[in-house]
């Protein structure tokens, strides 16, 4: 079945430091994939997605490349602040119409 | 509505009670998810309803979950005979269409705590 797997956390970095949050799947066709994040006390927003093979998702600073030959999703940011303090979650939805979720990466930026 | 609203937004109960939680969708969004965070367990994928049916029951843990939908919209989540473990924030999404396209909106969840 779907399956998502990404990087445990939690994620300590400094304020304008550079940020990777690594996401790999598993899952039969060609599915579409997403970052949702969820701020402190707020539900799950959208942050990005990417539907096909080599597209690159892109919103609030944050990027990520869909890379079929790897299977992979990786989230990333040239410099973090404060505010993107949050728990990320890399998400696909495959064949079975339904989003399927990695565990989540917490994330805490500091000043 | 201007988002997916849940209600109620904290809920304490004792072990053994019965419990019901509600999803207000956006208006036309005729999918419905219901998921289950809890901690260091991600998000757990419970039921789907596309209209007022349910194709896919897969995720309720156990026979004491159960959900409708009724008039392709508010939905119920109810819990009955409530363990320990049930203890989770619950979540409801609503989608308009192709999930691609359109993708999910969340609510902001109940925090469901068993004691």
């Known amino acids: 079945g779907d399956s998502v797997t990404q990087m445990e956390g939690p994620v300590t970095l400094s304020e304008e430091a550079f940020l990777t949050i690594n996401c790999t799947y598993t899952?039969?066709?060609?599915?579409?994939l997403f970052w949702y994040v969820q701020y402190p006390g707020e539900g799950l927003q959208l942050l990005l997605k990417a539907t096909k093979a080599d597209d690159k998702g892109s919103n609030k600073g944050f990027e990520a490349t869909y890379r079929k030959e790897t299977t992979s999703f990786h989230l990333e940011k040239g410099s973090v602040q404060v505010s993107d303090s949050a728990v990320y979650f890399c998400a696909l939805w495959g064949s079975n119409y339904k989003l399927t979720f990695g565990k989540g990466t917490l994330l805490t930026v500091n000043p | 509505g201007a988002g997916v609203s849940q209600s109620p937004s904290n809920k304490v109960t004792e072990k053994g009670k019965d419990v019901e939680l509600r999803c207000d969708p956006i208006s036309g969004h005729t999918a419905l998810y219901w998921y289950r965070q809890s901690l260091g367990q991600g998000l757990e994928f419970l039921i789907y309803?596309?209209?007022?049916?349910?194709?896919?029951k897969s995720g309720l843990p156990s026979d004491r979950f159960s959900a409708e939908r009724t008039g392709g919209s508010v939905s119920t989540l109810t819990i009955q005979r409530t363990q320990q473990e049930d203890s989770a924030v619950y979540l409801c999404a609503s989608s308009q269409g192709q999930l691609a396209d359109y993708g999910y909106t969340f609510g902001s969840g109940t925090r469901l705590t068993v004691v």
């Open positions: 309803f596309q209209g007022n049916s349910a194709p896919d």
């Open positions: 899952a039969t066709g060609y599915p579409s």
